[in-house]
């Protein structure tokens, strides 16, 4: 039987090879297997000759490697798939920051006293971080020295900030401090935090990489800046609380979402 699959991950490939030197049908490669429950073992081969998707320690796997095919030729098989998945993923990482890094726009992002929303739903249905931490400053871009950035964000977070009614102190508890992150691009990123007098506090910022997923693989949707809690408590601010046992992750809201850090430095 010939299955229609135009680019075949290694496993597929060897699997159709299986299957047509012997005239087989999927259904009696199954029953070779020593399935009884067809229609669930039919979805997830099918998921593997049809869109290359399965688990390198499945009982699928580990089926094909007890009843079809050779466990060399298995193994090599798997080994190359997941070569070709770690070089995609890298393809796709690049390319979703550089798109990210071109679409960037200076910003101020809000710290508070907790490190996750109250309740993240109700955040999530507010508008989220973007509505609630941060405020787009397209006019502090790098086309401004450090000298007048700092004095236009000290007006701003002196006469402005303290008059703005944003959404984060409802879910994020008070503010503690703020960061203007003005660039972004493939040399890295330039960011200073501020308290909320206005006087700078540091200029070692990092940046947290929110991943959502992207055809099977990890890639960054968005970005936010923070400042290590070591460095903040040097400073003499109180870093936000770790709350997330009492919350639920961010995992409830979309299950492919995920942060890390990512220093770009």
Sequence with gaps: MKVSNPHPCELARCVQEYIQDRDMSRTALLRQLGYTSMNSALRRLDALLFRNEYEPQSDLVERLREYALDAEVLDRALAQDKLQHQRESKRLVKAATRKLQEEFVP?????????????????????????????????????????ELIEQAQAFIRNELPMLELTGEAWYGERRYIILWYEHNEHGHKAIAFDLEGHVLTREVKLMTIAGGHDKHLVPIGFYPYVDDDVL?????SPPINNRRQTATTSSTNDSTKTQENSHE
Excluded at 123 to 147: H, Q
Excluded at 233 to 237: N, S, T
């Design 107 to 147: 910003h101020y992002y809000l710290h508070h006293a907790q490190r996750f929303p109250s309740s993240i739903t109700a955040a999530a249905f507010a508008g989220g971080p973007s509505r609630s931490k941060r405020i787009d400053a397209p006019e502090m871009g790098s086309k401004l020295d450090e000298a």
């Design 233 to 237: 408590r040097k400073l003499g601010v």
